[in-house]
């Protein structure tokens, strides 16, 4: 997996509610559109759809857990992202995004991600 990330000044488990609440998802996920699923916040095997930019609907499923830590999911059958977060202090943390090696140009759509994440952190802190 490539990974790219991004130190965000904001504690650790702000970052880990945007990532993992689906509600957060459209507004700092360039390629998710809307979220359909059984609860706002993701939790191991969970199971829904995504909407792209182009209005397609794609099943998902997490398939890997570490709470607080780290997830990623499978889309359209398919392993796609991991998220993860690491504490670097009480009020800073480190936001990765591990990407498949058969999609490389994913980086571009991820660090706009981090940097959305970063701004949404940035005001709930």
Do not use: K
Not at 39 to 63: H, K, N, S, Y
Request: aromatic share 8%; with cysteine; hydrophobic share 45%.
């Amino acid at each position: 997996m490539n990974q790219v990330s991004r130190i965000i000044e904001a504690p650790a488990g702000v970052a880990w509610r945007i990532l993992t609440d689906t509600r957060e998802w459209p507004i700092w996920g360039p390629s998710v559109r809307a979220v359909d699923v059984p609860a706002d916040l993701i939790g191991p095997g969970m199971r829904g759809r995504i909407q792209t930019p182009v209005g397609l609907w794609l099943p998902f499923e997490i398939i890997r857990w570490e709470p607080e830590h780290a997830w990623a999911w499978r889309v359209a059958g398919v392993e796609a992202t991991g998220h993860r977060v690491d504490p670097l202090g009480p009020g800073r943390c480190r936001v990765t995004f591990e990407i498949p090696r058969w999609a490389p140009l994913y980086r571009l759509v991820c660090d706009a991600a981090l940097r959305r994440i970063e701004e949404r952190a940035r005001t709930s802190a």
